[in-house]
């Protein structure tokens, strides 16, 4: 009898799983994964120059997991079963303790030769433009400062080597701001979202108030209102993983109360704004764009201060909570992404009369990005 209710029971799996996998041609391909933020593999064409080179089956393969019917909960049902059975390292995020997510970055990630190109290429642009002011401002990980709601023995990488690698190499001309010891001593703050990558608004102005210092300036959060703008943000960690357990983040706006008068404007004046917020995404899934609606080539701030202070920011999405801060310090603030920025850097500059320059990145985004070298052969 045991074994005609195996027999029943893989009967009904198989069954269960043919069905499940024909659906996948009788419905209409699925685009776009919001709770993913990114763009799905749809069903790809036949040609025998892929079929014999194996780029069709390659492809196939990532469209039937791309378009299995409902994806999401079965990733969601995965991750409570693995729980189950006490794994806490699943697709690629580490389920730390107080409800954290964690990128899982370690050791055999650490690409030593991508970051020292990165490095060299910053030189070479420092070297170049000796006559305007530099900064470099990296960002730790979440795993760095909050290493202590890292499961028990989870491999990381030491950040610490990448930092020192990074501020010794670099040229004196680039003024370094090191965010650790700040970051440190707020650990036990809400300083970094528990279900997204990025750091929070108050990470993003603990940045700040160190630009401030070694600027001989201060920066205090009176002169700010603080308002929440969201209680339900469930961000790129919480999306590889869908864990069910997982509670809401909250997302803060910090206002200047007196702050000068300003506009956006976003790749090339295309699109022009008076806000740095951009309020629709707080009724989307990535609510983070909410901070200069996300990230873009080319982004341009100016404001009634009149200073001559010109300042280009090199940049990817950390920077994106904690430009806002800097309104009233500058006539204008130039951001751009070189991972989009398709124009001619050298122009650009000259153009916009730029004097300062700021390198903000995360140490992650930092060390594996590819698109840094194009700076340094301007």
């Keep these: 009898m045991k074994k005609i209710y195996e027999r029943i ?48 089956m390659d492809t196939f393969e990532t469209y039937l997991n791309d378009q299995f019917p409902l994806r999401d909960k079965w990733i969601a049902l995965k991750t409570d079963i693995q729980r189950l059975f006490g794994k806490t390292d699943i697709n690629g995020t580490y389920l730390g303790s107080d409800g954290y997510l964690f990128e899982k ?17 910053i030189n070479k642009f420092v070297q170049a433009n000796q006559d305007k002011k530099g900064t470099i401002l990296i960002v730790p990980t979440a795993s760095l400062p909050l290493q202590d709601r890292l499961p028990k023995n989870a491999p990381v990488l030491n950040q610490n080597k990448a930092f020192d690698m990074i501020y010794s190499k670099l040229g004196k001309n680039c003024e370094q701001i090191d965010i650790r010891p700040t970051l440190d001593a707020h650990k036990t703050e809400y300083i970094y979202y528990k279900t997204d990558h990025h750091w929070t608004t108050l990470g993003a102005y603990l940045g700040y108030m160190e630009w401030q210092r070694q600027n001989g ?42 702050k000068p008068d300003y506009e956006v404007s976003y790749n090339f004046g295309k699109t022009q704004t008076d806000s740095v917020y951009e309020l629709k995404h707080l009724n989307e899934k990535d609510k983070y764009q909410v901070f200069l609606n996300g990230n873009h080539p080319e982004l341009t ?44 850097l050298n122009d650009y500059i000259s153009h916009n009369d730029i004097t300062e320059y700021l390198f903000l990145y995360n140490i992650k985004n930092f060390c594996e990005d590819t698109s840094i070298p194009m700076i340094g052969s301007l």
């Design 217 to 258: 300036n201060s920066a205090e959060l009176s002169d700010y209102h603080i308002t929440l703008a969201a209680n339900n943000f469930k961000g790129s960690l919480y999306s590889k993983v869908l864990n069910t357990d997982c509670a809401f983040d909250e997302i803060y706006i910090y206002d200047k109360i007196q």
């Design 301 to 344: 701030i100016s404001t009634n201060v009149n200073n001559n202070k010109h300042l280009l920011i090199f940049k990817d999405s950390f920077a994106n909570a904690f430009i806002p801060f800097l309104l009233s310090d500058y006539e204008t603030i130039h951001i751009i992404d070189l991972r989009y920025f398709k124009g001619d």
């Design 105 to 121: 970055w370690t050791e055999n990630d650490f690409n030593t030769d991508n970051l020292q190109r990165n490095i060299e290429s």
């Design 9 to 56: 029971a893989v009967i009904l799996f198989l069954t269960s799983l043919w069905i499940v996998s024909l659906s996948i041609f009788l419905v209409n391909d699925k685009e776009y994964s919001e709770n993913e933020n990114r763009y799905l593999t749809t069903k790809p064409d036949i040609s025998m120059e892929d079929v014999s080179s194996g780029k069709f």
